[in-house]
């Protein structure tokens, strides 16, 4: 069963950098897509970046200079590297993956749409 579990949230001043972490459980043979989508309260889940390699990405325009997706194959860590925060970043943080997973020996599942739990991020003085 593939799992995605979001780390690296938390309280950081205006101005300060984070780092999320998606780590990918599970038997994964590839990753077709990778995203980071983020919600504040109130307002519908947003589109923060979303890709297919580490240089094929599209960013929004509110994070565009500042946030970086990236992603370690060995490791099945999907990263978003957040420098420059403000205020109006802060929400909860999302994973969003499309895979190709070995569900049994030798049975294969592109699964897409896969979500993580989420991890808070709050920026504020």
């Known amino acids: 069963q593939v799992q995605l579990v979001e780390s690296g949230g938390g309280w950081v001043q205006p101005g300060g950098s984070l780092s999320l972490s998606c780590v990918v459980s599970g038997s994964i043979i590839e990753v077709y897509a990778m995203g980071w989508y983020r919600q504040a309260p109130g307002k519908p889940r947003e589109l923060v970046a979303r890709g297919t390699t580490d240089v094929r990405v599209a960013y929004s325009d509110s994070v565009k200079g500042r946030f970086t997706i990236s992603r370690d194959n060995a490791t099945n860590t999907v990263y978003l590297q957040m420098n420059s925060l403000k205020p109006e970043d802060t929400a909860v943080y999302y994973c969003?993956?499309?895979?190709?997973?070995?569900?049994?020996?030798?049975?294969?599942?592109?699964?897409?749409?896969?979500w993580g739990q989420g991890t808070q991020v709050t920026v504020s003085s």
């Open positions: 969003n993956l499309d895979i190709l997973a070995e569900v049994a020996p030798g049975s294969f599942d592109r699964q897409f749409d896969l």
